[in-house]
């Protein structure tokens, strides 16, 4: 990873380079390799550079059209080679080789409209010292992070890291907001563009904003293209149209020029992922999993039958988690609450791997596009609520509040517990969010102390607004249906 940050002045300043390092200091760790600054007008650039692709001449900032823009980028643009053909073709030349130039020549040509073509996961910032405006964008899932802050002074502050905007501005507020902490007790993450802190905001997944004299734009510029009408309804033409799909964006995400490998669960995700790479590559995979000495926790035989099935070149870490040592570094790094369990193996396979290789491909996302989730299962048996009489929910309502919480959060009894309650909701949003939720609405009461309840005030059940708002986009659709491991499997016979 990379990391950018920077600031533009709406009221007359020109930015200082000492405070803008001391931004870029703060991101250090994101990329140790590089480090690179601009300064013009009432701009300031910078950046942190993990080198994956160009690593002679990929210095950043880069500038092109007679230094005209310049450009920040953290991420990788995975159809840069075939968007340059297409530049060159039209006349463009370029003094790098880098993906990161590519978005510059996009720009020119296109304005904000160059990030509808770019495939990859990205933050980046655009400056145009003409036209005196800044454009930052991110990538359409969010694999990158980018925060901003904006103030009525029409100061603008931006940075891959909450950390990034206090460093540029130490007097920027750092008051908590308690809408976030709502949210965050009932989905375990703060959805953007909320964070924790009042006076920051998240710039959402496949949105851009745009600093012009003093105001700013922000817009969404992709969203799942949910109304179309499926490709094809042949069963065995999907297979084939998912099978080269994934192996396209396996092949895309290969390309690099420094060493690359896969994290391997065992699971039927990162086993594909695996299994794809293997077929694309001359050499054998490198690949990596992390195991723990309690059995039922770890997978690495799973892991290890895909590794030998294709001869990959495996490592496996077997790790005691030392969770009261690692939190302080984990809440570090997220800069905002964040409670998803799952970041702790994630740290330890990346910190193992990192030995190795700097670059390492992942399964991550496949149980959120084919509906892999045993929720998903349980939305669809909740239904039966739909058609039960009112006798029949009082008495699952009076059954569900009497099972005990010792179980939680993983135990057969909590589940069941949280089930039930979903089904007394009175609509699709609400039943997901009591399924998916850990604090839910019924218990806050009990919890919240009353100055805290106050300063809340009509903002309570922003979290099941921020649901139905979700569920609203997607009118028209069938809910999702649980795809299991064996469908995959028949996709994939091989993996």
């Known amino acids: 990873m990379c990391g950018i940050c920077g600031v533009v002045y709406g009221d007359g300043r020109a930015p200082d380079k000492g405070v803008l390092k001391r ?30 692709i160009d690593l002679n001449t990929g210095h950043q900032p880069i500038s092109y059209a007679d230094d005209r823009l310049w450009v920040t980028l953290n991420g990788e643009i995975y159809n840069y080679l075939e968007l340059r053909a297409e530049l060159e073709a039209k006349g463009h030349r370029f003094k790098t080789k880098s993906d990161t130039e590519v978005i510059l020549a996009l720009y020119q040509d296109l304005g904000k409209r160059c990030v509808e073509k770019l495939r990859g996961m990205f933050a980046l910032a655009v400056w145009d010292r003409r036209d005196k405006s800044l454009f930052i964008a991110r990538d359409r899932i969010g694999k990158k992070p ?27 507020s750092r008051e908590i ?38 105001k700013i734009s922000v817009e969404r510029y992709w969203d799942l293209p949910l109304g179309q009408k499926p490709v094809t309804t042949d069963v065995e033409e999907a297979k084939t149209l998912l099978r080269d799909t994934l192996t396209e964006a396996t092949r895309l995400r290969m390309i690099s020029d420094v060493p690359l490998g896969a994290f391997l669960s065992g699971g039927v995700d990162s086993s594909i992922i695996v299994a794809l790479m293997a077929k694309l590559s001359s050499q054998p995979v490198k690949t990596f999993s992390v195991g723990f000495d309690e059995e039922r926790f ?23 988690p030392e969770m009261a040592d690692v939190l302080p570094k984990l809440a570090w790094h997220y800069g905002e609450p964040y409670a998803d369990a799952s970041a702790l193996p994630s740290y330890y396979v990346a910190r193992e791997t990192r030995k190795f290789v700097t670059v390492a491909l992942n399964g991550d996302g496949g149980d959120e596009n084919f509906a ?21 929910l009082s ?30 909701s009175s609509d699709l949003p609400g039943r997901h969010l009591k399924m998916v939720g850990f604090f839910a609405e019924d218990d806050k009461p009990g919890l919240y102390a009353p100055e805290f ?29 649980a795809c299991s491991p064996s469908t995959s499997r028949r996709i994939f016979p091989n993996a």
């Open 177 to 214: 907001d308690p809408v976030a902490v709502d949210m965050f007790l009932t989905l375990q993450y703060i959805p953007s563009p909320r964070t924790i802190y009042k006076s920051a905001f998240k710039l959402p997944p496949a949105h851009t904003l745009t600093w012009k004299d003093g």
């Open 298 to 320: 770890s997978e690495t035989r799973f892991a290890r039958m895909v590794a030998d099935r294709y001869k990959t070149d495996h490592t496996e870490f077997v790790v005691k």
């Open 453 to 481: 309840t106050k300063r809340l005030g009509s903002s309570i059940g922003e979290s099941l607004r921020y649901m139905r708002a979700a569920f609203d986009a997607t009118k028209g659709r069938t809910s999702p249906t």
């Open 372 to 392: 892999g989730y045993v929720r998903y299962f349980a939305m669809k048996a909740a239904r039966w609520a739909d058609v039960l009489p009112g006798p029949a």
């Open 395 to 424: 008495v699952l309502r009076a059954g569900a509040e009497l099972l005990p919480e010792h179980d939680a959060p993983l135990g057969n009894i909590w589940r069941a517990k949280r089930f039930l309650r979903s089904m007394l």
């Open 23 to 52: 931004a870029n200091d703060e991101i250090a760790h994101r990329g140790p390799d590089d480090e690179g600054y601009h300064l013009d007008g009432p701009a300031g650039l910078a950046m942190r550079r993990l080198a994956i």
């Open 146 to 172: 980018l925060c901003y802050a904006f103030d009525e002074k029409g100061n603008l502050l931006y940075g891959s890291e909450l950390r990034c905007l206090f460093a540029l501005d130490p007097a920027l």
